[in-house]
Antibody, heavy 122, light 112 residues
Framework: QVQLQESGPGLVKPSQTLSLTCRVS??????????WSWIRQFPGKGLEWIGY???????FYNPSLKSRITVSIDTSQNQFSLNLESVTAADTAVYYC??????????????WGQGTVVTVSS | ENVLTQSPGSLSLSPGERVTLSCRAS???????LTWYQQKPGQAPRLLIY???RRATGIPDRFSGSGSGTDFTLTISRLEPEDSAVYYC?????????????FGGGTKVEIK
């Protein structure tokens, strides 16, 4: 079955760039009408969509984060990545990668990684 | 931004009881692109219901979703101990401002 696994540093200093990668296994990232997504969950438990990318390279970002984020895809490695610039303590969260299904499946996030904790602190 | 408000914030019920959770949107949700997730402590959210009323693969039929426009509900017909979790709704939409994906604040369900 399809599985997603996040990787990246658990601690990032303020003003630096947070970089995470999500490796996809069990299926090619280049097939289907899926959007490869990043979502975060704050310590107070609220969930926030960050952005996603299609295997054709089209990206869609949360307008509130758009100026600071880049989502990219590497189909040869079957993985996608997130860069979040100029981080502050407010970016401390659990970061999830997830697969977003097509409109016929309600545009739902149907498969999630286990999540990775990122703390922004000096 | 389409703000989703979930109610109640939390509730405590006994096994076998029926529970209805509410998700109200500040704007109409396009084409019923409304999804429900279940999250247990230390785990990622799990897809329960998509397109407002369609159960995801492997989800027991005691879970059901309904609604359209701005008002949606998730019903658990007979609570089981393993249903203790936080339930989130989420919507997808598009506008001249771009893509909109937002989550509700969640409802915590505790089984006595």
């Amino acid at each position: 079955q399809v599985q997603l696994q996040e990787s990246g540093p658990g601690l990032v200093k303020p003003s630096q760039t947070l970089s995470l990668t999500c490796r996809v296994s069990g299926s090619s990232i280049s097939t289907g009408s899926y959007y490869w997504s990043w979502i975060r969950q704050f310590p107070g438990k609220g969930l926030e969509w960050i952005g996603y990318i299609h295997h054709n390279g089209n990206t869609f970002y949360n307008p509130s984060l758009k100026s600071r984020i880049t989502v990219s895809i590497d189909t040869s490695q079957n993985q996608f990545s997130l860069n979040l610039e100029s981080v502050t303590a407010a970016d401390t969260a659990v970061y999830y990668c997830a697969r977003r299904a097509g409109v016929t499946k309600g545009s739902a996030f149907d498969i999630w990684g286990q999540g990775t904790v990122v703390t922004v602190s000096s | 931004e389409n703000v989703l408000t979930q109610s109640p914030g939390s509730l405590s019920l006994s096994p076998g009881e029926r529970v209805t959770l509410s998700c109200r949107a500040s704007q109409s949700v396009t084409n019923s692109q409304l999804t429900w997730y279940q999250q247990k402590p230390g785990q990622a959210p799990r897809l329960l219901i998509y397109a407002a009323s369609r159960r995801a693969t492997g989800i027991p039929d005691r879970f059901s979703g309904s609604g359209s426009g701005t008002d949606f509900t998730l019903t658990i017909s007979r609570l089981e101990p393993e249903d203790s979790a936080v339930y989130y709704c989420q919507q997808y939409g598009t506008s001249q401002y771009g893509t909109s994906v937002t989550f509700g604040g969640g409802t915590k369900v505790e089984i006595k």
